[in-house]
């Protein structure tokens, strides 16, 4: 009977730690990829000349539009 129960915790207390080892991994190597520096960089708000460049640069708006608008926010 006691063989039995060391069997079982020879190996899955190693198997255990090494999930417990890779999460802990992942979760502070993943908090450290640039990705996530880019998000934190467009979760800000932009201002409105930015949000009009973006929408000039994507076609959305002719040049007529860009220009009048961007005046606009000038005054």
């Avoid at 080892?21 to 990829?33: D, E, K, L």
């Avoid at 994507?58 to 220009?67: A, D």
């Amino acid at each position: 009977m006691m063989f039995g129960g060391g069997m079982l915790l020879g190996w899955l207390l190693p198997v255990l730690l090494l999930v417990l080892g890779g999460v802990w991994i992942f979760n502070n190597t993943s908090s450290r990829r640039p990705e996530n520096d880019n998000l934190t960089r467009h979760s800000r708000e932009k201002s409105p000349s930015e949000i009009l460049d973006e929408r000039y640069a994507r076609g959305e708006i002719t040049q007529s539009e860009y220009t009048e608008m961007s005046e606009a926010l000038r005054r």
